[in-house]
Each structure stands twice: as C-alpha cells, then as structure tokens.
C-alpha cells in the first residue's frame, strides 16, 4: 500500500513563489488504476515525481508498505525507484544510440541481475508487449507506438510494484493510444498504476479510480480510501550499481553515433603522445646505440687504477697549482710576464696506495674476466739498435716501447698478423702500425729512419736490438764515488751480456679496434719486464742510491721522493705507477669493479684504492646528455598533451550537454550519481585509450621516415628510433590518466544534475 500523507512542495524562482502540492493526502491500493486529472499547474507531474522519487517533498510523509520515506537517504531513493518503481514517460524517453534489448536490460544492469537472466527477463517482456521481433533495433528505427511498448516494457521488466505513467498516449495516434491503454489496463490488474492526463474522456475509459487536482490539492476522489497502518520500518531493497563494464557500454555506443568527431578528438589528443613517443623513440635508439658502443668499442677501455684516480669534477677545473705568485686565475694574464707554478694534487685529492696487497688482490681477479691485466712502472729500460755499424741508444717512449697484451683471443680480435708471430718471450719484440700501415714519423726518426721513405717488412724484421740490464750499462768510478753510462756501445752489443732482441712479428691494429692499448710501436712480452726488474733491483747502482741522499750520477742532493723516483726509472722498485685491466665484455666489466670494490670493503677512506672506469664515465655523461635533452623535448611535448586534455575535459562537457536526457532516464530507473559519473568517466576513458594508440600507431609509422633521414644524415646509424615496449604500455596509461582527470569536473556536473529538468531537455 502507498500512502500520501500530508504532502507539500512549494518551488521559488527567485521573488517568484508557487505552490505545487499543498497538504496533499491519498491513499492507494497495490493493484488499481488511479488516473490524475487537472489543469496545467495544477500538481499532477509533481505529485508523480515525488511518488517516484525523482523530486523530494518539503514536508509530509511519503509510506511505502508502511515505512516512512522521511529518513531515505539519496542511496534509498535510487533503491526504491529501482526496485519499486516502473515509468512510462510521454516521449518515451528511450536511450537513441543503444538498441531495444538494452534499452530494457538497463534496469536490471543496476540491480545486480546477471547478464544470461537479464537478457531472459528483457526477452520475456518485450514478447508480452508483442515487439520480440525488433529487440536487435535502434529507437529511432521504431514507430511512436512501438516506442511506447519498449517503455512499458523497461517499466514492467524489473516487476516494480508501482508503474508511473506520465500522458502515456500523448504522442501517439488514437489508434495505437487505446492499445497501449488496454496493454496498461491490463498491467494494471496486477500492480498499481498512476496515470497523469489532461484527458478526462481516457481516464474514464480506461481507469477505475480518477483523483481531480487543482493548486496542488484533491478536489475530487471517485474511490478514496482510509489511512493504512503505521509503518514497521521492515521494507527494504537493494542497493543499485552499475557495473563499470555497463558503464563502457553505454559510453562506447554513445561514441558509436559520433564516430567522426570522436577520432578528430582522439587524434588530436594523439598529439603530444606522438611528440612523447618519438622523443622516447629516439631516447631509446641512441641509449641501445650506448649500450652497443658499450660491448664493442668502450668493453675494452680499461678500468684504470693510478696514484691520483681521475676525478670528472677536477678534470674541468684545469691544472692546479699554487697561487704563491698572485696570477689571477679567473682570467687569462696579460703583458709579458711568466709565473712559476708547481703541480699539486687538487685540495682534498684522493691519493691510491698500490701496495703489494692491493696487486695480489687485483690478480686475484677470475681470469674469464679480463684479457690481461697491464701493470706499469716508471721502468725506462736502456734499449740499444745496431744503426749503419753504429750502436745507438733508442728513446722507448718514441718507439712506444710497450707490453703487448699476450691472450690470443685478444690478439686476433683486435690484430692483423701481417708478418712473422707476437712475442713468445722475453727476447722478442713485435712491431705494431695502424691500420692503414703506418708509422708515426717520430718513430722512424727515433730509429735512424727516414720519414720521407716507405719501407718493407723486412726493413724491420731484420733490425738488431738489445736491451743493457743496470749493471751492463752502469760503471762506478770509485775516484769520484759516482756511476756513469759506458761509452763501448759497440763492445757491450757485441758481447754476451744484457739481452738480445729481435723483431718476431709484424701486426697491424684493425680498423674497428678501439683498445687504447694498441697504439703503433713496439711491443715486447710481459716476461720481459720481470727479468729486467728482477736485474735492476740487485745492480750495485740501485743498492748503493738507495742509501745515498744525493745522487750517484750527478752528486746532487736528493729527497725521497726523487730517490724513488730514480728507482723507479731503472727498474728497480717495482712499485707500481698505475694499472690497467682490459675487460673481455661489458658485463664482465661490472664483475671487474665488484671485484675490486671488494678490497674497499671494511678499510677507511685514506686507505681506500679509487679505480677509474673510463667506459662508464664516457657512457654516463653521454646517457646524461641524452637524458638532457629528452627531458627538455618531453617537457614541450608534455605542453601539448595539457592542451588537449583540457579540450577533452570540453568534448565531455559537451557530450554532458548532449546526454541529459540519458542522465534523467537512467536517475529514474535508479542510478546513483556515481554511476552517472562513472558513465561519463567510460567515456574518457575510452578517448584516452583511442588518443594514446593513435598516438602510438602514428609514432611508430613516423619513425621509418625518421630513421630514414637519420641513416642519411649519419653513416653507420640504422634504425635509430625504436619506441621501447614499456613506453607503449607507459604512454597508453598516461593518455588515459589524463583524459580521466581531465573528465573528472564535466562527469562531477552531470552526476549533479536534477533527474526531472534532465527528463524535460528535448
């Protein structure tokens, strides 16, 4: 039983004031046809609404079975018209861009009714009102009464216990009006049916109960019934939702009826995705273009450990030196002065101790690691060549006089043997040219040679060298304490003392070879080093100045650090000046520096030893630059993106525009506000997700012409732009982050809208 008690709503426009219902009071049973006649004004729409619980009362009572609705919350009300109520509206109020099952179905989808019974249910209503045939039909594709039917039917297809008919046979023919009205008669004997008309002639025809308005109060009642009993505040009913899939549904089909200006609106959301993406593209390119300068070319740049380890900060700054002599150093100095400065460590330099310790740990290293390992002293062995039957001595730092890295996977990778073989041992010497077989002049002229001339193989391979150990090149004068370099080269390189070399090999550093190591010039077997310092360490000329504070070739005083020095330059402390150890790959590389780091570990900063990693340095300020410059481009492109979410943000707005009337129809069939914003939250959703696959379609398609032109540009560079697949999945969610957010306030205005001025918008 429904109960009116007292009802009374008045609406003010602004001094404008008018009473709709005024203390209104009716009474209906469960199954009757009641129809509500009354001029214009009268009350009628608004006595339906607040029945339906589209408008709310401002004072009185509405009972439902009894129960008060004064406490209903706004969840309750879409409860009640859910469950409870069925409209059938005079323009039908069919949703235009979703066929007739759904049209039917949409109820249900907000009572939680399962999909397989939901179609069932529609089904099985839409053959009672005879329109079985066209359930698969757009409205639009139906007549005036066929329309009708499927309202009557959405009404019916929920079983509500109280169908609300607002001019029902308004917009329809005579004919098609008195079937439709014998369909409602019929419902009617099941069900309470409220029926408002301004036509007395079919209220008579067709209801058993006819109340009369006027100002808002009942004039006239042909079958009044008695108050019924208080409420016991059992009546309950379920709380609707629609689910987000229904909601895309709905969206996706809107979207349908709008194809054209949907895609013009998702490509041009589509564009900053585009600029994004190509950005990243080609972010991405040049880092695998790194990362393959990485295993080629930079795996085998050295990890590089020496006294003062290179430090990125200080190698900007320039040299440091004292200031003793007032030179302004942030300014070059005019006029003609020249300022004396001293070498020094940069303040706060960290200085390596290369102990013992430190070398044992390093050649503690996995062998599979690393191609050699290359320790260097300050050794400057005196090395003689036979020249036109003269014995000279030949600078080693001209000739590049060098170890060669002695692992043959090495040795093949990054040489051409062109003659002869590499170094076996000590008593051989390979010679090394360029690539294109070449010599530096400097090295020609440090042999006697001319660099006017070419020469063969066998100029070289037949050359005689010789190297003087300390004691063959030293003699001590015991007249003046002191040793002196001998003056019989001729005599020492004919006799059997000292070590005789010869040329075993010609190789030439190949063309795509980046080893720092293989510079041209002369490369000797690392046993060499051994034996040479293993000599100079017993030479009576080092024992005796390492217990001389002056020296014993010149008398001159001497402090420790250049009596190191000295020892270091004969070979007989074999303290080390630097290291280097050439990884086998990359990878192997990172395994190199946990290795090392390995020796840090526990010890303090002082005692620490700082290796330097040329590769990722390279690496690292190149990624930075990279970096740089995509963040700039992603940041302009970010500008675009904004723009076109704020214009999505004004397409859902208008598309707000356009649906009121869908937001009325589906508040009276009992969405809550959430599901009206959700509907419209799909929405944007489904542009976001269509912007950022065009976005990323388009992208992609452009990065053949981009690489073109790149390939052109640059030699050696293929296929530069190469959109990462994270990037995809990145930019897609992006597209849709910012189109949701950006619908957020045109979804928040139509779920705020109220249900009986959306079903007035035409």
Do not use: C
């Not at 066929?146 to 959405?154: D, E, K, L, N």
């Not at 899939?245 to 996706?252: E, I, N, R, V, Y």
């Not at 590089?304 to 380890?309: A, G, H, S, T, V």
């Not at 914003?677 to 990323?696: K, P, W």
């Amino acid at each position: 039983m429904l109960e009116l008690k007292n009802l009374t709503k008045k609406y003010e426009i602004g001094t404008f004031k008018q009473t709709a219902l005024n203390n209104l009071s009716l009474t209906f049973k469960d199954n009757e046809f009641v129809a509500i006649l009354g001029p214009s004004g009268s009350g009628k729409t608004t006595l339906l609404n607040m029945v339906g619980g589209l408008d709310r009362y401002d004072s009185g009572d509405i009972l439902i079975d009894g129960k008060s609705t004064k406490d209903f919350t706004n969840h309750d009300w879409d409860a009640y018209r859910n469950h409870a109520i069925g409209f059938i509206f005079q323009n039908y109020n069919l949703i235009t861009h979703t066929s007739v099952l759904f049209n039917v179905e949409v109820g249900l989808t907000l009572s939680g009714v399962t999909a397989s019974e939901r179609r069932q249910r529609a089904l099985e209503v839409l053959e009672k009102v005879g329109l079985k045939d066209h359930v698969h039909k757009k409205p639009n594709q139906l007549s005036g009464g066929q329309m009708q039917r499927v309202a009557i039917a959405r009404a019916l297809v929920n079983n509500p216990k109280i169908i609300l008919a607002d001019e029902p046979t308004g917009a329809i023919d005579s004919e098609t009006s008195a079937q439709i009205m014998n369909l409602i008669r019929e419902i009617a004997k099941e069900k309470l049916v409220i029926m408002v008309t301004h036509d007395e002639e079919v209220a008579t025809t067709y209801a058993n109960r006819i109340v009369s308005l006027k100002d808002g109060e009942v004039v006239n009642d042909t079958r009044p019934l008695k108050s019924g009993t208080k409420g016991d505040n059992t009546l309950s009913f379920k709380k609707t939702s629609m689910a987000f899939a229904q909601a895309l549904k709905l969206s996706f089909n809107n979207l349908k009826t709008k194809k054209f200006r949907t895609l013009i609106t998702a490509f041009a959301g589509s564009i900053g995705i585009i600029g994004v993406a190509l950005v990243l593209s080609l972010a991405n390119g040049l880092n695998n273009e790194i990362d393959r300068l990485e295993e080629t070319t930079l795996a085998e740049f050295p990890v590089q450990i020496d006294p003062f380890p290179f430090n990125i900060e200080s190698a900007r700054g320039g040299p440091n030196a004292d200031n003793e002599s007032n030179v302004d150093l942030e300014k070059r100095p005019d006029g003609n002065i020249i300022y004396p400065y001293q070498e020094t460590p940069p303040e706060g330099q960290h200085i390596n101790t290369l102990s013992e310790d430190y070398l044992n740990h390093v050649y503690n290293l996995d062998e599979s690691l690393y191609n050699e390992i290359s320790v260097d002293r300050r050794v400057n062995m005196t090395l003689l060549k036979r020249t036109d039957d003269e014995v000279r001595k030949v600078n080693t730092y001209q000739i590049n006089f060098s170890e060669n890295l002695s692992k043959d996977a090495f040795f093949e990778k990054n040489y051409d043997l062109l003659e002869g073989r590499q170094p076996q041992d000590a008593n051989e010497i390979m010679l090394v040219v360029d690539e294109y077989n070449r010599l530096n002049v400097e090295i020609l002229n440090a042999l006697d040679l001319s660099g006017d001339n070419d020469y063969t193989f066998e100029d070289f391979m037949s050359m005689a060298f010789k190297i003087a150990y300390p004691d063959d090149y030293y003699d001590y004068n015991s007249d003046t304490n002191r040793f002196s370099s001998i003056t019989d080269l001729e005599a020492f390189f004919e006799s059997d003392d000292g070590l005789s070399l010869e040329v075993s090999g010609i190789a030439r550093v190949k063309e795509d070879s980046a080893s720092t190591f293989l510079s041209p010039g002369f490369k000797y077997h690392p046993s060499l080093t051994d034996i040479y310092m293993g000599k100079a360490e017993e030479s009576a000329i080092a024992i005796e100045q390492a217990q001389r504070d002056t020296s014993v070739i010149t008398g001159l005083n001497m402090n420790p650090a250049a009596v190191t020095e000295f020892l270091q330059r004969i070979g007989a402390d074999q303290t080390p000046s630097s290291i280097q150890i050439y990884p086998v790959s990359f990878t192997a590389k990172d395994d190199i520096t946990v290795h090392l780091d390995e020796y840090n570990e526990g010890k303090s900063e002082e005692d620490k030893v700082i290796y330097t990693d040329i590769a990722s340095i390279v690496t690292d300020l190149t990624g930075d630059i990279i970096d740089g410059i995509s963040y700039v481009l992603i940041a302009f492109s970010a500008i675009s993106l904004i723009v076109s979410s704020i214009m999505i943000g004004i397409i859902t707005y208008v598309s707000v525009l356009e649906r009121t009337k869908e937001i009325g129809i589906l508040r009276s069939l009992g969405a809550r506000k959430k599901d009206i914003s959700r509907v419209f939250n799909a929405e944007t959703l489904i542009i976001g997700f269509t912007s950022g696959t065009i976005g990323i379609f388009i992208a992609f398609l452009l990065t053949f012409p981009l690489n073109w032109i790149i390939k052109a540009l640059v030699d050696d560079i293929g296929n530069i732009a190469q959109l990462p697949l994270f990037a995809v999945f990145l930019l897609i969610f992006v597209s849709v982050f910012l189109t949701f957010t950006a619908g957020l306030i045109p979804s928040k205005i139509a779920a705020n809208k109220d249900p009986v001025e959306a079903l007035r918008v035409d």
